[in-house]
């Protein structure tokens, strides 16, 4: 009997650890989905749209929102474009399932971007100006 009474407490530090585990991935897969979905709505835009950002932005938490808005909480989405790239950031806290942790510790983020799309004439033009 002591060595159950040894045991069970590593045992459930053990499980609390799967559990943690399990539910930052599912946080990190939330985080992934608004930052793919933002980059989309960020590179459709065109090389010349306006407005973009807030709309990038805004589809991210939107995303957020409807997937998981408990697994990241505090979600905040940031646009950015670097020369003919566009795409958008996202950030949130992740949850805690351990006691004593703090909540910060547990910061979970996703990038996701690429090239612009634009329209290029058959001409061979550059039509993305």
Known sequence: MVELALLTPVLLIVVLL????????????????AAREGARVARAAGARGSGWQRA????????V??????LLAGARARAWERGGERGVEVAG????????LPRAAFTITSRFG?????????DGSDGCG
């Open 114 to 122: 690429g090239p612009v799309e634009c329209f290029r004439p058959d």
């Open 18 to 33: 799967v559990v943690q585990s399990v539910v930052w991935f599912h946080g990190r897969q939330v985080a992934d989905a």
């Open 93 to 100: 806290g992740g949850v805690s399932v351990i006691p004593l």
């Open 65 to 70: 929102r409807a997937i998981g808005p408990l």
């Open 56 to 63: 990038a932005e805004a589809r991210s938490l939107e995303v």
